[in-house]
């Protein structure tokens, strides 16, 4: 083969190489995307359409950032056509239960919200039921508890047995207050009852505008009283008896479009943990890289007691 022709066989074949490699990466790339949306479907980590979308709202309400992530995502989902929030919570920080209730009454807006009391949706876990339009519980489901609490120890008996002061220099009487240190002023005890004063003010006007109650019924249920739910029914707290089926049913029986569409279950997502965290997760020296417990800080409380 004379120099020429073995010259252009040799940039012929060259040119094959660098085609069949991106023919390669562009086959691989579709098998890798096939893979992942193949994966989805099977993990169900999203739904395919318009569905109905549900979210649990379980244990003690803090304020959660991932939980306001996930909320806002489906408030701006379109596929989501009405939502299901799944309570079973004592309650937790009145901050807590004020973000989470606008989360949802954002999501309200434009779409149907059906609350599903379980075992327990009080305080502040009623809250995050009345952001919805309908409220179902079961018979002996535990709600109500309408009120605010702020609880602190007091030591001060204990130190005085044991001889022990805590010497404190404040810029006033009531900075720092209330403190399991010292017994507080009657100034500190009439600060303290404004904040409950305000907060409960707060709760008991959401009570007021979303179950449309006022008067002598209104004042019924704002005083800390706990109800099974067939007297929260009676009371005007909820709509009915039952479970999801009877969320189902009303959801249908204001919108027929929902009916037969999958319910799909939201989850908030959890940040990733650092490769410190990830390499010592499980090891004997992991206590040396977490954070050492401190105090609780003050906080108003809407909890069941």
């Given at each position: 083969m004379d120099p020429?022709?073995q010259d252009l066989?040799?940039e012929?074949?060259?040119?094959?190489?660098?085609?069949?490699?991106?023919?390669?990466?562009?086959?691989?790339?579709?098998?890798?995307?096939?893979?992942?949306?193949?994966?989805?479907?099977?993990?169900?980590?999203?739904?395919?359409?318009?569905?109905?979308?549900?979210v649990?709202i379980?244990g003690?309400?803090?304020?959660?950032?991932?939980?306001?992530?996930?909320?806002?995502a489906?408030?701006?989902?379109?596929?989501?056509?009405a939502?299901?929030?799944?309570?079973?919570?004592?309650?937790?920080?009145?901050?807590?239960?004020?973000?989470?209730?606008?989360?949802?009454?954002?999501?309200?807006?434009?779409?149907p919200?059906v609350?599903?009391?379980r075992?327990?949706?009080?305080?502040?876990?009623?809250?995050?039921a009345?952001?919805a339009?309908?409220?179902?519980?079961r018979?002996?489901?535990?709600?109500?508890?309408?009120?605010?609490?702020?609880?602190?120890?007091?030591?001060?008996?204990?130190?005085d047995?044991?001889?022990?002061e805590?010497?404190?220099?404040?810029?006033s009487?009531?900075?720092?207050e209330?403190?399991p240190?010292?017994?507080?002023?009657?100034?500190?005890l009439?600060?303290?009852?404004a904040?409950i004063?305000?907060?409960?003010?707060?709760?008991?006007?959401?009570?007021?505008?979303?179950?449309?109650?006022d008067?002598?019924?209104l004042?019924?249920?704002?005083?800390?009283?706990v109800f099974t739910?067939?007297?929260?029914?009676?009371?005007?707290?909820?709509?009915?008896?039952?479970a999801?089926?009877?969320?189902?049913?009303?959801?249908?029986?204001?919108?027929?479009?929902?009916?037969?569409?999958?319910?799909?279950?939201?989850?908030?997502?959890?940040p990733?943990?650092?490769?410190?965290?990830?390499?010592?997760?499980?090891?004997?020296?992991?206590?040396?890289f977490?954070?050492?417990?401190r105090?609780?800080?003050?906080?108003?409380?809407s909890i069941?007691?």
């Open positions: 020429l022709t066989y040799d012929r074949r060259r040119k094959w190489r660098r085609s069949a490699f991106w023919r390669g990466v562009l086959v691989t790339l579709g098998v890798l995307i096939g893979l992942g949306v193949l994966g989805a479907v099977l993990r169900g980590d999203g739904p395919l359409g318009d569905h109905i979308a549900h649990e379980y003690t309400i803090f304020d959660d950032p991932a939980r306001a992530d996930m909320l806002r489906l408030a701006e989902d379109e596929t989501a056509k939502l299901i929030v799944e309570i079973s919570s004592p309650g937790g920080t009145t901050v807590g239960a004020e973000a989470l209730y606008e989360n949802l009454r954002d999501i309200g807006k434009d779409r919200v609350a599903v009391m075992e327990v949706a009080a305080s502040g876990g009623y809250i995050t009345i952001a339009d309908h409220i179902v519980a018979g002996n489901t535990l709600t109500g508890s309408i009120g605010v609490i702020m609880e602190y120890p007091d030591v001060t008996e204990l130190m047995r044991i001889g022990v805590m010497r404190t220099v404040r810029s009487e009531l900075k720092a209330p403190s240190f010292r017994a507080p002023s009657p100034g500190a009439a600060v303290q009852r904040l004063d305000d907060s409960q003010a707060w709760f008991r006007g959401l009570v007021a505008e979303r179950r449309g109650l008067g002598e019924a004042e019924r249920v704002t005083q800390g009283t739910g067939r007297l929260a029914l009676d009371a005007g707290l909820i709509d009915a008896l039952g999801q089926d009877e969320a189902l049913n009303w959801l249908e029986s204001v919108d027929e479009t929902l009916t037969g569409l999958e319910v799909f279950t939201w989850e908030p997502v959890q990733e943990p650092s490769f410190l965290q990830y390499i010592t997760g499980n090891s004997l020296f992991s206590g040396f977490t954070k050492t417990p105090p609780t800080d003050p906080r108003l409380m069941l007691k």
